[in-house]
């Protein structure tokens, strides 16, 4: 089976489908905005990229992956998707491929707003360009926490199937085992496990250190119980907590930036705002999606430190082997967790042998969190459930 993948970033979609099909891709397309982060996939696969904006390429593949970053639709954006054009990222790759590659399916991921009502304009016109290049048009939403590896990370994946019917797609229920039994997985001799994205040790943080001092040694398991994610989750939610947060700084000596820190997120809490919290982060069985903040303040779930890299990779499903070629860490969860792609990559070599039922029209959504589907012509205003 031949595939290629466009703007691989990191590489989870394109190392999955490798994973599937056994086979390494005929071509990896994207373009020099991207090579920081395209670098690290095609360091593993040793091969160069072809850059899409002055090259075209038009040998026929049987599928392509695709990941064209989409700020627009992330759940951390408030603004409309039109305020962004990185929205043009979706357009332009689904175009070239479309046009020159003709591949008999296109699978692409983006973010959860894809399949909500603000992806609403972009998935219109997504469909229009599927209609436009006689093309079906899907989407499969889901979350990596039921592809195997315990992270709750919400994704959209969208399909453009060479056919004027849209495949039904399976649903996907794998379970995964709890965070520590997980990442017990990572061999001893693997890299980047004394490599951390915190200079600072956690055991000198003096939130964690409030932490572990107002509810000892089992934190973790009292975090869980009472629903608390954070430091400053558990001082907002907890009455008194923030005044006693705030003595035990002062008592401690604690750097006056911790301290204003402290009293400024009270502060937020008090007039009914929220923040981005740094603060320590506590999971014991499932971890939130690796982005933003929480990248940097994940407390292991059996040991008083932080994440190491190597962790964090393991989290996004990149093999073993997979080694980084800059230090720009927080390019491991701009990124496909491989277990998800490779469910993903399954539904294309699936659509491909035809072995999956077909809409009566030229869409289908999935929603694999609550298992239901629904169907429709390209042209319907029936755009979600």
């Known amino acids: 089976m031949k595939w290629g993948s466009i703007i691989p970033l990191i590489g989870g979609f394109t190392v999955a489908g490798y994973q599937v099909t056994n086979q390494k891709p005929d071509v990896i397309l994207s373009q020099p905005a991207f090579a920081s982060n395209d670098s690290h996939c095609l360091n593993y696969f040793d091969m160069e990229m072809v850059d899409y904006t002055k090259e075209v390429y038009d040998k026929h593949l049987d599928f392509v992956v695709a990941v064209p970053p989409c700020s627009a639709l992330s759940s951390l954006n408030c603004k409309s998707c039109a305020d962004y054009e990185s929205v043009n990222f979706l357009y332009d790759t689904s175009r070239y491929v479309l046009k020159n590659i003709k591949p008999t399916v296109l699978v692409g991921e983006n973010a959860p707003g894809l399949s909500q009502p603000k992806g609403i304009p972009v998935k219109q016109r997504l469909m229009e360009i599927a209609e436009e290049f006689g093309y079906s048009f899907s989407m499969f939403f889901t979350t990596t926490s039921l592809h195997g590896i315990p992270q709750n990370r919400q994704r959209t994946f969208y399909f453009f199937t060479k056919n004027d019917k849209a495949p039904i797609h399976k649903y996907y229920h794998n379970i995964p085992m709890p965070l520590e039994d997980y990442l017990g997985w990572i061999p001893k ?37 009472r629903n608390r994610r954070s430091v400053l989750s558990y001082c907002r939610r907890t009455d008194g907590a923030f005044e006693k947060l705030i003595n035990f700084l002062e008592r401690e000596k604690a750097p006056d930036k911790v301290l204003e820190k402290a009293k400024y997120a009270q502060q937020k809490f008090n007039a009914g705002g929220g923040l981005w919290d740094a603060s320590p982060n506590i999971f014991i069985n499932t971890i939130n999606a690796l982005q933003g903040r929480l990248f940097q303040a994940a407390v292991h779930p059996l040991q008083d430190r932080w994440y190491n890299v190597r962790e964090y990779m393991h989290l996004m499903g990149l093999p073993h082997d997979f080694q980084l070629v800059n230090e720009n860490y927080g390019q491991i969860c701009q990124n496909v967790p491989v277990c998800t792609a490779a469910d993903m990559v399954r539904e294309a070599t699936r659509i491909i042998a035809g072995n999956c039922d077909w809409s009566k029209g030229g869409y289908s959504f999935t929603d694999n969190t609550r298992g239901l589907q629904t169907t429709a012509t390209l042209d319907s205003s029936s755009l979600f459930f």
């Open 189 to 225: 001799d693997a890299t980047y496990q004394d490599v951390y994205v915190q200079k600072e040790q956690l055991t000198d943080n003096f939130f964690w250190k409030f932490l572990r001092e107002e509810l000892g040694p089992d934190y973790r398991q009292i975090m869980h119980d």
